[in-house]
């Protein structure tokens, strides 16, 4: 399918920007809060703002095929940054926003930008700092001039010039932007996401304008979006599952986009918007729940034990009544009584009241985490699928949900199980390859066309997808049994008090872990206790929190024993890390998953201790503060052994 | 720096303060000019607060003269001192520790407001446009100072640190002309110390308020001010920029002990 230039057909996102303008110009694209009221922008509004702003860059010297950097907090102007560049023929390449600068060098140079969009004077600050490495950068455009004002280099722009400059643009030559948008075909490339890199540089994934649409498309058909949906846009705009949500499926179905005031005003803002569509990686509804846990905590004690027994009813019965099961009239009415009670408010507390769908993706979802949400009426579904993919791979349907499984593959997409276990994908919503790294799009594209995940999984019997862990993440006990990583950890995270867990084990004999603990929650265990401490590090050395902590990882190993699978992975020994893991340490990813690797390089003496049968290890270690500043932190780390279980033979499949 | 420090626009002349037997201000006298940052630096019980006191009325000096934008004066009450646009913070912190960060800082327009006491409970017409463009403006301040999420939180739930940020707003609320901090970084850690400095630079960079401060920590004095004046026990040692304070002699033995 070509599509010929000047056609009506929408299948650029440009084009569907201006269809809206044209079907439903008045009702609302995109909100933001701002001096405390919610603004709204129509569609037609937002296609002018576009528009103005396409001209504006074109006025800069923008070309077709050009990149256009845009950095800052999910903003409508910077969304529709994106769609101004597109409608140039040009390629938006978003940067996480609170990458430090060094960080930003490398995109930069690798997609050579010449033009950036950012958000205030923060990312301006950094840009400067880079400039010099960065010679291609010509100019760089700022939507916040607040802190701007003694600002001089001639490269820096407000964004409400350039928009003003582009208007003027428009008005003398009208034909121009319109021939710009007949050039878009389908086959271009829409954006360029960088993949935060678990190991080495990051890669420019390239994404068409096709691939997107098709699984916007998908994906809307799927769950049914429409132009009445909601969504809280306040992910990264950097990563491929805000740009599926707040852009590609934002621009098929004609929902409205709405921008939280700021990153801190999330919970307050999404309670006030109350969104219908919800996507959130497990980490967050980690926090959510960690939160609610740790105000129940704080409430009167008849709260607390309504809480509890409600909470114990859901559980029995919530999911099986969301998945349309048949439940016990009993259940029912107690289920419907804690509607009333406990489950109508704490999902008004949550913002959460007028889900119907939201999705979780981006790690593994603990399956009580999980079974919490969906037992209080939130139809939380989990989806699988990578920046190669669009994060369009598999999807769960209602009422089909298997909490161990991703679902089965999404429309239009088709799934491969490779010999080694990895899974294989194949469909339209694939990358085109990866930017300037012909060697890495070979290598990730088999001959036949599948895309390799690099995960490893299988199909059940129902033809929905299971996943273990990453391919080359699942090792080996030395006795043989397998080890996958990722399944400890995230048991370990399940609890509240535990934030960050890192399992070691491929090729020894036991498993052994580093934990890091919930400032937040374990903090507040220790105020209602009356255990003083000074900070996180000397929170963590606490004998009572390690006597917590230990606790934890005893009931992990309980629960381990129970399936044959995996009984040998018990946990042996701990300790607790003096620092919190931090993407500016390199030690997470910036979507925050754990580099394994890099961690056990960089604490290789803590590792040596634990299998070594020492009980305490003298460290110091090198932090990176926000600001770029170096310091140290030092302390004598305490390591446990752990009581290991018997394996529950003859347990009831 | 870009902003243009203009003309003098406190002066004090010659002030004398004394409790009883106990003096604690002798014949000082400095000014301060518009848009600049004034420090005012010394050992405890050098007579920093007093001097700040005697500024906004709340003490009466003994002796001296106060020239605030050419008129002449001894004295004046808390509440002239306050319409003629000067505000300030404490050094132990003094807000409603009940309402919330948006009702403190509503109460820090109070002087702007115009409508009596019965229109604003009617909340009707001109009392209520009025308290709309109150809250705009208040609004505004949140945004500067980035507490938006603490907006609807009561202020004796929040961190200390915080605290002292919606103290400044309260302050700011008055839209003054010359904002008189004490001890604004007091008890802070680096991280909030740094916010505080940016803040206060802020302050004095894009909305021109003149700002004379009291603060411990030379570090942050040094890099944050225009001018210092050095009190030691009720006298002045020493007046000028930053680095001929630093290095004036007196000033060393008093207070900054041996040089390095």
Redesign the interface.
């Known amino acids: 399918m070509v599509a010929v230039p000047g056609t009506d057909a929408l299948d650029t996102f440009p084009r569907l920007l201006l269809s809206h303008a044209r079907v439903r110009g008045e009702r609302a694209a995109i909100r933001e809060k701002?001096?405390?009221?919610w603004q709204s922008w129509t569609w037609a509004e937002a296609a002018r703002e576009a528009r103005g702003m396409a001209c504006g860059l074109a006025e800069l010297g923008f070309k077709r095929g050009d990149r256009l950097a845009i950095i800052g907090d999910n903003r409508p102007r910077l969304y529709w940054a994106m769609c101004a560049a597109q409608m140039l023929g040009g390629v938006p390449v978003p940067l996480y926003q609170d990458a430090v600068a060094q960080e930003m060098t490398f995109v930069l140079q690798d997609a050579s930008v010449h033009i950036a969009i950012v958000e205030d004077q923060e990312q301006v600050d950094k840009l400067l700092e880079i400039k010099a490495q960065c010679p291609e950068l010509q100019h760089i455009v700022y939507d916040d001039p607040?802190?701007m004002?003694?600002y001089t280099q001639p490269f820096l722009h407000g964004l409400d010039e350039v928009i003003a400059a582009g208007r003027i643009h428009d008005a003398n030559q009208p034909d121009f932007l319109d021939q710009q948008i007949a050039l878009g075909r389908p086959e271009d490339v829409s954006i360029i996401l960088y993949t935060s890199g678990t190991t080495g540089k990051p890669k420019g994934v390239c994404q068409t304008h096709a691939s997107f649409i098709a699984a916007a498309q998908g994906g809307c058909g799927f769950d049914g979006l429409n132009e009445s949906d909601e969504v809280l846009s306040y992910l990264p705009m950097a990563w491929v599952g805000d740009h599926l949500f707040s852009f590609a499926q934002a621009l098929v179905a004609g929902f409205t986009v709405n921008c939280p005031?700021?990153g801190?005003?999330v919970m307050?803002d999404m309670r006030e918007i109350g969104p219908t569509f919800y996507f959130a990686p497990p980490r967050v509804f980690e926090n959510l729940l960690t939160q609610v846990m740790i105000r129940m905590e704080d409430a009167g004690r008849i709260k607390r034990a309504m809480f509890d027994y409600f909470m114990a009813v859901a559980k029995r019965c919530g999911a099986d009544i969301l998945d349309g099961k048949p439940v016990a009239a009993k259940d029912r009415l107690l289920y419907a009584l804690g509607e009333l009670l406990v489950y109508g408010p704490l999902r008004n507390v949550l913002g959460m009241s007028r889900i119907r769908v939201a999705y979780t993706a981006g790690a593994a979802i603990g399956p009580d985490l999980f079974r919490f949400y969906r037992s209080i009426g939130i139809n939380l579904k989990q989806l699988y699928g990578q920046t190669e993919t669009c994060a369009y791979v598999c999807l769960q349907p209602d009422r089909q949900i298997k909490l161990d499984s991703v679902g089965p593959p999404a429309p239009g997409v088709e799934i491969k199980i490779a010999a080694n276990g990895e899974i294989l994908v194949k469909g339209p919503m694939l990358l085109k390859e990866y930017y300037n790294r012909p060697d890495a799009t070979a290598e990730s594209i088999n001959a036949e066309g599948y895309f390799m995940t690099g995960d490893a999984g299988f199909l059940d019997q129902d033809g929905h997808l299971k996943i273990i862990d990453r391919a080359k993440d699942v090792g080996k006990l030395n006795n043989g049994a397998v080890f996958a990583p990722n399944y400890i950890e995230n048991k370990l995270k399940f609890f509240s008090y535990i934030k960050e867990a890192v399992a070691f084990g491929n090729g020894r004999d036991m498993v052994c872990a580093f934990i890091n603990i919930d400032m937040g929650a374990v903090g507040n265990w220790a105020e209602r206790r009356g255990i003083p401490y000074a900070g996180y590090t000397d929170l963590a050395g606490k004998p009572e929190v390690y006597a917590l902590v230990q606790e934890c990882v005893e009931q992990v190993n309980a629960e381990l024993a129970r399936d044959a699978m995996v009984a040998d992975t018990q946990i042996h020994r701990f300790l607790i890390l003096h620092k919190e893991l931090d993407p500016d340490d390199d030690e997470l990813t910036r979507t925050r998953k754990v580099r394994r690797g890099f961690i056990a390089q960089k604490y290789a003496i803590l590792i040596d201790a634990l299998y070594g049968g020492k009980q305490n290890q003298y460290i110091e270690t090198e932090v990176k503060f926000e600001?770029g500043r170096k310091g140290k932190v030092a302390a004598d780390l305490v390591i446990r052994d752990v009581k290991t279980f018997p394996v529950v033979k003859g347990r009831a499949a | 720096m870009a902003r243009q420090i203009g003309d003098v626009i406190l002066d004090l002349r010659n002030i004398s303060l004394s409790f009883g037997g106990v003096k604690a201000l002798t014949d000082i006298s400095f000014d301060v000019r518009e848009h600049e940052i004034r420090a005012i630096i010394g050992p405890n019980g050098a007579g920093k607060s007093s001097m700040l006191n005697v500024i906004n009325g709340v003490y009466r000096p003994q002796q001296g003269e106060i020239i605030f934008r050419g008129q002449h004066r001894r004295d004046m009450d808390t509440h002239e001192a306050a319409a003629a646009g000067f505000a300030r913070t404490f050094q132990n912190i003094a807000l409603f520790k009940g309402m919330t960060v948006l009702d403190n800082l509503m109460t820090g327009r109070n002087l702007k407001m115009r409508c009596n006491f019965l229109q604003h409970a009617l909340w009707w017409g001109p009392a209520k446009r009025e308290e709309l463009e109150h809250r705009r403006k208040v609004e505004e301040i949140i945004d500067f100072l980035e507490i938006e999420h603490i907006r609807k939180t009561p202020v004796g739930r929040l961190p200390y640190g915080l605290q002292k940020r919606v103290e400044l707003g309260r302050a700011l609320a008055a839209e003054p002309q010359i904002l008189l901090l004490d001890e604004p970084m007091a008890g802070m850690n680096v991280e909030e110390k740094q916010d505080m400095c940016r803040f206060i630079l802020d302050v004095n960079d894009q909305l021109g308020t003149t700002i004379v401060l009291i603060e411990h920590d030379m570090g942050v004095v040094m890099d944050i001010s225009d001018r210092v004046v050095v009190l030691d026990y009720g006298r002045k040692i020493g007046d000028g920029v930053p680095d001929e304070v630093k290095n004036n002699p007196e000033v060393i033995a008093a207070y900054l002990g041996t040089q390095h």
């Open positions: 701002d001096l405390g009221i607040r802190g004002r003694h005031e700021s801190d005003t307050t600001d």
